[in-house]
């Protein structure tokens, strides 16, 4: 046998000892990072570049893990590798990559070999390995042997990797799960009404710790908050966790007018009017369980002197009717308004305010709980996704931070809106150009010296609304998730 005959079978054989080393070391239960890390080390002891990285991106697009070797100035940032065109020539052949003469993340190369990490069809990230160094005299480069064992190399790490995180997920869903049983009874499990709360930042931490210590209580609450942070979520929160036997029910103040409004919250007795029939009201249907009224600073003068007289003696009056009912309704009421002021203004009733603000509970607004964005992203997505049977795109890094850095004068709600629109009409992953024109030229981000003028972003933000709906105020108001009143009341 010649030398080089001996030579090339010396390193097939030093692949194979290398593939079941792999393979029994893959198999150890540890980190992204430190499996990404040993794949490097294994892969350029065998094949010998001068050059090496491999980089593996979450569901999401961002970087996850990152190892490199042979980068002169400084190793390049997970961010880099995965913007690299190298990275979109691979996921449009789904294949090894053989490229020549070019630069990955700002290393020159004459020679590069780079190989996908999937599984299932799942792209993970990739390996790729820069112009192999002469040893023994040759200089061919990377053989299709190194090839075939840098094949072989992905496919045992995309099912390590595919591991590594479904035992990751149940680590973060047993945290998750013992978090929310912290902060809500154990049959919540994490759930009000099909929703799950996204809490991770202190702001929105504290106002689940204090509902926490009030559901129980029979004690009125007052929501604060604007419009969009969640106030329904939270009333039926605070009605979950309490020990009512009764059902919830909610009414939007704003929603009806006066004559309409009485009827809905009191009830209306039979023969008032022509083919006018018998109905309980929001009071009765709510009876022994939880009645939310939302928008409360929009009722009527005159329904604010009977809500008090509910509030007082216990008891409802039909409309039309004469007969005292007796309830017992726990009353949750929100409003995104500064009843202090109305108060002063002579709109709204002081004594009615202190009876309504038994606990006042205040929704930070998004702005304030940025931490929670890109969770509430994954949730909205995963959750629309799941809903309409359709594979959950991914959001490049910069789209979150761009997300990120937005005001968002409608809340959560406006977030929501945002993704389901982005998740509708991406093709493929959700790209930064797409957001943008979701948002309009006149992007909401506050990345300007000066203050923003909050009202002026809102006005901003309704008219670009109006302007979508072609100037349907109808549909305006359902997409900002606000009554019609109130588009009026606000001058539109």
Not at 290 to 295: C, P, S
Not at 361 to 371: A, E, S
Not at 478 to 490: A, D, E, I, N
Request: a negative charge; proline letters at 4%; charged letters at 30%.
């Amino acid at each position: 046998m010649s030398p080089s005959s001996n030579l090339v079978e010396k390193r097939r054989i030093l692949q194979l000892e290398t593939l079941y080393d792999l393979a029994v070391a893959l198999q150890a239960h540890r980190p992204e990072e430190e499996l990404v890390e040993e794949l490097l080390q294994r892969v350029c002891a065998v094949l010998d570049p001068a050059a090496a990285a491999a980089v593996t991106r979450d569901a999401y697009g961002g970087p996850v893990a990152v190892a490199s070797v042979g980068w002169p100035d400084a190793p390049p940032e997970g961010s880099e590798l995965l913007d690299d065109a190298v990275w979109r020539e691979i996921l449009a052949a789904g294949d090894t990559l053989t490229r020549r003469e070019g630069r990955l993340a700002g290393r020159p190369f004459h020679e590069l070999l780079a190989t996908p990490l999937a599984y299932r069809g799942s792209f993970l990230g990739y390996l790729s390995v820069l112009d192999k160094e002469e040893r023994g005299g040759s200089g061919s480069g990377f053989t299709d042997d190194d090839r075939r064992f840098l094949d072989s190399v992905a496919a045992l790490a995309g099912v390590a990797l595919d591991s590594v995180r479904q035992l990751a997920d149940l680590e973060t869903q047993r945290e998750r799960l013992e978090e929310e049983n912290r902060l809500l009874k154990e049959e919540l499990a994490g759930q009000v009404g099909g929703q799950r709360i996204v809490a991770h930042a202190p702001p929105m931490r504290r106002v689940l710790e204090m509902v926490q210590r009030v559901a129980p209580r029979g004690v009125p609450v007052l929501l604060r908050g604007e419009s969009g942070t969640g106030k329904e979520l939270i009333a039926k929160l605070l009605h979950l966790l309490s020990d009512r036997t009764g059902t919830l029910v909610a009414l939007n103040c704003a929603a009806l007018p006066e004559s309409l409004l009485e009827s809905e919250l009191f009830g209306i007795e039979g023969g008032v009017a022509t083919g006018v029939k018998a109905r309980r009201g929001k009071f009765e249907l709510a009876n022994e369980g939880t009645l939310f009224l939302d928008e409360i600073g929009d009722l009527h003068a005159s329904l604010q002197v009977k809500l008090l007289r509910v509030l007082q003696e216990r008891e409802i009056t039909r409309v039309g009717g004469h007969q005292s009912i007796p309830v017992d309704v726990r009353l949750v009421a929100a409003t995104h308004q500064s009843l202090e002021s109305m108060i002063a203004a002579g709109t709204f009733r002081e004594d009615l305010y202190y009876r309504l603000k038994g606990i006042e509970v205040t929704l930070p607004p998004l702005r304030d709980r940025r931490q929670d964005i890109p969770h509430l992203i994954r949730h909205f997505a995963e959750e629309f996704c799941r809903r309409e049977k359709i594979e959950a795109p991914q959001f490049r890094s910069e789209v979150v931070a761009f997300l990120i850095a937005q005001e968002y004068p409608g809340n959560v709600r406006e977030l929501r809106n945002l993704v389901e629109a982005a998740v509708s009409l991406a093709e493929g992953d959700v790209d930064l150009e797409l957001v943008r024109t979701l948002t309009g030229e006149d992007s909401l981000a506050g990345s300007g010296p000066e203050p923003v003028d909050l009202a002026a972003v809102e006005r901003r933000h309704i008219a670009k609304v109006l302007k979508m709906t072609h100037g349907n105020k109808s549909q305006a108001a359902k997409v900002l998730g606000v009554s019609r009143r109130t588009l009026q009341r606000k001058g539109y």
